[in-house]
């Protein structure tokens, strides 16, 4: 009997040498016997062939009965994911949309899908959404989305560490955007080779597009310009261990962004910060109200998960046992999302190890690790096996030591005081 096994793997191909919509397959590589995979890279690359085919045929020129029953065919194939899998709703979504058959649907519905595809970490499959997209934005002359693809895949590339292929796209996106007068789209890209640049240790090349972002902003007066470069600098003084400067520009960039859904980001780095520096009631309260106020799955998970564990970085063993029972009763919206999925079991199993429960932490951990590795989330991986350490401790009768947090100066108490004092409602600025 043959050994498939011992076979040596193929190469992904490059995406001009294959048949259309291939690349759509690309997250299997390495990963073909995961069953599960399989099934959403088939549905995805199922469900992308009919924009495809527009593509490569002309809008007009593919039949419209032929194309519906392409689309009701892969409609039909949805039944092979659970109900409640969030990623048989977003590709329903997707189909509906693309029905329409006009070049802003088109674009706008495989943009969203691969942002969707993102999310849940499976880069090679978003890319080529992405692709598609900027394909049909150049052939029926959308601007503002080809730019948009653009940054996309320097995102998506980036978090796949494919440096220069993102470099190259998000130079292409700054350089598009400027010619078009797109500030805002000027500004993201800018911002998402700032990113690039400093997850590749190039700080002071990173600082300084951020800068420069930020005078534009300024020069403009346009708020979300400026909020933009506000809030990577605030992750990058974050990263750097200056809490204080982090909760001064994260503080101001909140109060200047107008759509609330964008502030949540913002709320998620300020918790970290006040977490960091021990003022536990302004964290909670930058998590309960993204909690409040988001509608998005992805972020209300992430939100569950760190208002959880900041009780019992605080010693609240109480509050964090049943917020974390109270995520442990919705299992159901998160089960299917596998970086959602991963985040919360780290994030929990770091919570039950500080306040003492080993045995919850232990099975945590071990499905936060399981996901990881199979899906190569390399810093979820690194920060599981390092609460592994405090695991085994624990095991062992020694409780992990109190977090030494930085003594918080009058900046941050004040910037504490104000966040605690504004509610959902009252974050969001006029008019939004």
């Keep these: 009997m043959a050994r498939y096994d011992r076979i040596a793997p193929l190469p992904m191909p490059e995406r ?21 995979l399989a099934r959403r890279a088939r549905l995805r690359f199922l469900a992308l ?23 009701e065919g892969v409609r039909e194939e949805l039944g092979h994911l659970s109900a409640r899998d969030p990623e048989r709703a977003h590709l329903a979504a997707f189909l509906h949309r ?29 890319e080529e959404y992405y692709l598609t997209a900027l394909e049909l934005a150049e052939m029926c002359g959308l601007g503002q989305d080809q730019t948009t693809a653009l940054r996309l895949l320097g995102r998506v590339l980036r978090k796949a560490a494919r440096w220069e292929e993102a470099e190259r796209y998000y130079r292409e996106a ?33 600082r300084s597009m951020l800068e420069e972002v930020l005078k534009r902003g300024r020069e403009w007066r346009d708020d979300f310009v400026v909020a933009t470069a506000l809030n990577s600098l605030c992750v990058a003084a974050l990263t750097a261990g200056d809490l204080e400067q982090a909760l001064e520009y994260g503080w101001t960039a909140a109060r200047m962004v107008k759509e609330g859904e964008a502030q949540n980001p913002i ?62 009763a919705t299992e159901d919206q998160w089960r299917y999302e596998p970086w959602s999925c991963t985040y919360i ?19 945590h951990l071990r499905k936060a690790i399981k996901l990881a590795e199979k899906h190569r989330y390399n810093e979820q991986l690194i920060r599981a096996e390092e609460t592994l350490g405090l695991l085994e401790a624990a095991a062992e009768g020694i409780r ?6 930085d003594r918080p100066g009058a900046v941050a108490v004040r910037i504490a005081s104000e966040v605690e004092a504004y509610s959902a409602e009252a974050l969001a600025p006029a008019g939004s």
């Design 16 to 36: 001009g040498k294959t048949f259309r919509a291939w690349s759509a397959l690309g997250d299997l590589e390495g990963r073909e016997r995961d069953a599960e």
């Design 49 to 71: 062939r009919p924009v495809h085919r527009l593509l490569h045929h002309g809008i007009d020129r593919v039949p419209v009965e032929s194309y519906e029953r392409q689309i």
């Design 98 to 126: 693309i029905r329409e058959r006009t070049p802003t649907a088109l674009v706008s519905a495989t943009i969203e899908m691969g942002e969707a595809i993102e999310a849940a970490g499976h880069y090679r499959a978003a």
């Design 174 to 206: 700054i350089r598009r955007s400027e010619e078009m007068g797109q500030r805002q789209q000027w500004a993201r890209a800018m911002d998402g080779l700032a990113i690039a640049y400093w997850y590749q240790g190039a700080y002071p090349k990173a």
């Design 267 to 328: 709320l998620g780095n300020l918790g970290r910060a006040f977490a960091q520096l021990g003022l536990y009631a302004a964290a909670e309260h930058c998590y309960a109200l993204i909690l409040a106020r988001s509608t998005d799955l992805v972020t209300r998970n992430q939100a569950s998960a760190d208002y959880a564990l900041v009780a019992a970085e605080a010693g609240n063993a109480k509050a964090f046992r049943e917020r974390r029972a109270a995520l442990m």
């Design 345 to 363: 079991h780290l994030h929990i199993g770091r919570g039950c190890v500080l306040i003492g429960d080993v045995d919850d932490a232990r099975e």
């Design 400 to 405: 992990p030591a109190p977090a030494v947090v």
